[in-house]
C-alpha cells in the first residue's frame, strides 16, 4: 500500500485503548536527516465554539500507530497523550533583506 503525506490529512485518527477519537491528521514531523516520519500531528479540540482558542496539538508517534487503513489510522497509546503548542506564523513568509526596508 502506498500513501502520500497529503493523504494522512483525510485520516481520522482513533485511539484503541479508549476508542477515542482525537481527529484528523493535520501535519507531519520528519526527520529529514534519517528521511523517516518521526510523528503525525493532530488539531486539538477547539474550545467555546472554536471562536477563541484549540487545546495543543496531539503529537502522534509514529511507533504508536499500529493500522494505517483506506480512511482512518488506528493508534495505541495507553496513558497521556503528548501535547505541543502550534507555531504561529504569518499568512506571508517572504523575508526581505535590509536594502529593502521602508
Known sequence: MECRIEDFRYKEVVNVCDGQ???YVYDALI????????????????????????????????????????DIVL???PG????????????????FDDRYKL
Open 31 to 70: 526527520d529529514i536527516g534519517i528521511g523517516k516520519v518521526v510523528a503525525l500531528i493532530v488539531p486539538g479540540r477547539c474550545k467555546l465554539l472554536g471562536l477563541f482558542w484549540r487545546e495543543d496539538d496531539y503529537i502522534i508517534p509514529w511507533d504508536c500507530i499500529k493500522r494505517i487503513g483506506s
Open 80 to 95: 497521556e497523550y503528548r501535547r505541543g503548542k502550534r507555531i504561529k506564523r504569518p499568512w506571508f513568509t517572504w523575508q
Open 75 to 77: 493508534v495505541e497509546i
Open 21 to 23: 477519537r482525537l481527529g
